[in-house]
Every structure is written in structure tokens, then in C-alpha cells.
């Protein structure tokens, strides 16, 4: 691993979720001297100072990026350009900059166009997170064993991106260089489609006339109920993400209602074995998920009491 | 409530993983005198004995449900005919005969056909489950606070629904009467159209030839690892609920995909309102279900630490 020494200052524009995960993880693993930040509102500042998460709170990104030697910007995509242009004239000779969006295929465009050439741009994507905002829901362990992407151009100074690559280490994640085509494609069937389908889902459930809300409430621990968490996810965040990552999103949405139309035909013409081999193919992979160890094996997500955490499949 | 006092003998046709909860549950409960089981293999019997939840196994359910005032049916759907026709010549007059299938309109028919007149058939369906299979993965604690459904039609014996009303209630369970086609609509949107959409999406990751197998499983936990809780359910069992509710699980999935074609022109032609507004109002569902008591409060289904538990949406 690279050199761990840490950053003098590390300035983090935004402070919710992820901004005050890596905050609290960064003060944890001692690799940031001096922690600012800055939000678009007054309270949330106030908020972030009242946690003692960070050393200091500023109103404007220009402010807060003073002086610091990595920047990480922790907001909605769709910020971006006007991010990069207000701090533009404000870095640091030599300063990191990265970022934590969910899409990384645009980031040199929008954040990089305005960056000046004495910083090194380097996009990032930490895949973790919970379904709550703000800087009261972050914590220390967000990143502990999760997977953090970056992804680099060939331009980009390579002692930049090891000096990153041990930064996210020391947070707990553990490291992956992509190109950022291939992150969008993947994200896109691993984290952004399945936030469209449940957003959907709910949405669907949410509007139906034949059964009333209180049933859908009532009798939701049939299934329902699992896709309502990401459903319940930052609606301004995952508006940018597909917008930002639309070709991706359209194509992996393309194989899943191929797919979907399929199985409604194996319904209609009563092919139950379709049915089962799909049902039965799905299985395994939860438990491979849980090997690699991206998954808790808590059954049920550990609703239930520590005695039925028992597996097996006989009968 | 009704007369609690406990059933003589019980009889359980299957038991995984609800049948063995019920037998658990009707232990600690002190509902039943004498708990009786039967399932297809030697092995599953053995099991049932080895854990102690049962008080005799039987290779037939013929043989389980003599003398038993009390019988459950807990075996998939597609297995009820041939069960009505072993068990008819042998119930005790005055039986009870219940069942715990997903799919509520054709018991009647499937179940009921084959029953004699001095028995009371009255259909019921826990909302309560986990992933896993078999006796070893059954909970005593599993239906408690969750509601359990009874289907009766007008002319059932309204003694013998007070007195299976009470026992469910000693289980744990909420007790819900409700008609059965209605039952089937509404358990069509909150459980069977969920596990549907949930196997899909995992098999149309599991196909990706773009993406590999491995990328899916590495960065599932932005958002893939939860479908892949309701996709490890059992094959066999969510088969039959669709070919057994197959009208209304057809009507939902026109609703979910019609609903879905929509986020999909959204996203083509940019419309980040739309999302914005969908993404918004589902967002105050999952709050309504942790209001009423069907789930509980924990943040990303418990996964993180408790620091996490805060919930907040500022930025």
C-alpha cells in the first residue's frame, strides 16, 4: 500500500450522509489534520459543528477548500459544474480532488472542465450507504469492508492516486481502480436499477385504487416492505443519478422488462418449470453475495430473534 | 376473543418452515395437547424429532390427522388435492382443517372438494416468513405481532372461526377475516408481485454477459443484495403462488411494468421532475410501515453498527 502519511487538511464539500461518514472515519484513522466543511445551509453547518465531526464549517466551498490538499465533494451530481467553478480559482497547488457520486463517466467533464491544471482530478464512488440523509445519519464504520471505486484517466499523476487509494483504505473501504464506462455499466444493474424498480414498486403499490394503503401497510411483511428502505433513499440524489447515467439505466432496463415480459408469459401459459428453474438459479446467488462478504447471513435481515438464524432448505 | 382453551390434538401436514414455527409457537402458547407431524421424507420426520417440536411423526398424513381436532395444512399449494383425498377418509368428526397457503381463492375447491361435511374447512394464510426452509429454520417468535388471514365463506361455522381465531392469536399473530378473492388482490401487490420482481432482477444480473458475475456480487451492496433476500426463497413453494394467483399477480405486473414504462420515458426525455416526484412521495412509505409495526426502525436493515440508527433527511 501507498504512502498513509495523512492529508494536512481535508476539506469536504457537503456534510450528509457520506460527507459526514467520511468525516467521522477520517478522524478514526487519524488521516486528515484538520477536517472543513461546508453545506448549502445554515443549519446543517450548525449541525455538523454540533456533532464534533469536523474542525470547522465555512458558507462557501471557496472558503472551505482553502488551503486543503484533497477536496472531496459529497453532493447531488447535478451540482457539479457549479461547484468546480466556484473553487476553481480557490485550490491549492497540488491539491486531490475527488469525489462520492454514483456515476463517473461525466465527472471530468462537469467537476474536471473548470479545475485549474495544478490539481489532479481523481473521480470516486464509495458503494455504501443507507437509505437516511444528513450529517446525523453518518457514521464511522459506513465504509468499513465496502468496496470504494476509482477511476482515474490515463493522464492522471500516478502518485495522486496511490496517496487516494490509502486515504480510502485508512476509511475502511477496500480499493478498486476501474475505467469509468465500465463503473456506470455495472453500477447500473447492481445499485441503479434496482432503485428505479423499487422506487416503482412502491410507487405502483402506492397508487392502487382496488386496495386501499392501510392493506398495503398492514400486509407488507410478505415482501413489500424489503424494497420500501432504498425506496425510501435521497429523491434528489437518485433524480441525478438517472439522468446523469441514462444510457446505462435505459439499457439494463431493457434486459429487465425483456425478462419480466417473459416470466408474465410463463405465468399466462402456466409453465411452471420456467417458473421453478428461474426461482430455483436466483437462489444461489444471495449466498455467494454473503461469502464475498458484502452481506450479512442474518436471516429475514436479522428481524427476527438470534434462534432463527438456522439455515436449510430440506423439506 | 374467543374460547382459548387449547386443542386436544394438532396436526401438522409439512413441517418446514411455517409448520414448524406453528408447532413451536403452539408449545409456548400451551395450545395443543398433543402435536402431530407428518412430511414427505424420512429425513425432514427425523429432523422434526431430533429438534423436539413434535410430539409423534407419521409417514402418512392420514395416520397424522387421526383423532386430531386440529389440522394444518403447511405444504405447498400444489400438493392440497392430492392431500384432501389421503386425509378425507380419516379426520375426526368435528375437525377443524386450516391451511397456511399464499393464495386463498381456490382452497375451497382444491382443499375443500375432497373433505367430508363433519369437518369445518377454513382457509389461512400467516404474513409472516423468512427465506430459509425446512424444520431447522422454523421460529417460535416468527408470527408474533404479524398478521394472520382467515378466509371463511358465509357459510362456515362461525364457532369453530372464533375458536381457530383464538388459537392463531396464541400463536403470536393478528387475526385478520377477510373474503378470499380480496385476500388474493391485495397479497398479489404487497407479496407476490415483490418476490417476482425480486427473481427477476436477479436473474437478469445473473444473465449479463457485459457484466460479470463477479462485479455483480463485489458492489451488490449498492442496492442488489436486498432482492437477493426474497430471490432465496423457496423455488418450489413460489412457483405454485403464481400459477395458483395467476389473474392477479397478471393484473399487478400490467400495473408495475405499465408504471415502469413510464420511469422509462422520464428518464429518456429527461424529465427529472417526474423522478423527483415519484422518488419523493414513496419515500414517506416505508415510515408509515414502521408506524404500524411491521417493521422495524433499524437503519439499513440493521447491517451497520447501532451509531447508525439516527435517522434525519437534511443536507
New interface residues.
Partial sequence: MADAAPFQRLALI?I?LIGSSIARAARRGGLAGHIAAT???Q??RD?AMDLGIVDSVHETAAEAVADADLVIVCTHLGSYETIARSIAGHLKHGAIVSDVG?VKGQVFRTLGAALPDHVTLIPGHP????????????????FDN??W?LTPDQETDAEAVERLSAFVAGLGSRV?IMDARRHD???A????????????????????E??T?G??????????????????????F???V??TN?EA??E??G???E???A??RA??W?Q?DT??G??????A?????ID?G???D????????A??R??????
Same sequence: chains 1, 2.
Avoid: C
Fill in positions: 457537503g450528509g453545506s448549502r445551509t443549519a446543517t449541525k454514483s458503494v455504501s450507504g443507507t437509505e437516511n440523509s444528513g450529517p446525523e445519519a453518518g457514521f464511522a464504520e459506513l465496502r468496496w471505486i478498486e455499466l455495472v453500477l444493474i447492481t445499485s441503479h436499477l434496482p432503485h428505479l424498480i423499487a422506487y416503482n414498486i412502491v410507487g405502483t403499490a402506492d397508487d392502487l382496488t386496495v394503503q392493506e398495503v401497510i398492514k400486509y407488507s411483511a410478505g415482501g413489500f416492505r424489503d424494497f420500501t428502505r432504498i425506496a425510501a433513499s435521497d429523491p434528489e437518485w433524480r441525478d438517472f439522468l441514462r439505466v435505459l439494463m432496463l434486459r429487465f422488462t425478462d419480466l415480459i416470466l408474465q405465468i399466462r402456466r411452471g417458473l421453478e428461474l426461482f430455483t438459479r436466483t437462489r446467488v444471495r449466498q455467494r453475495i464475498a458484502q452481506e450479512t442474518a436471516v429475514n435481515f436479522g428481524r427476527n430473534p434462534d432463527g438456522s439455515s436449510g432448505d430440506s423439506d
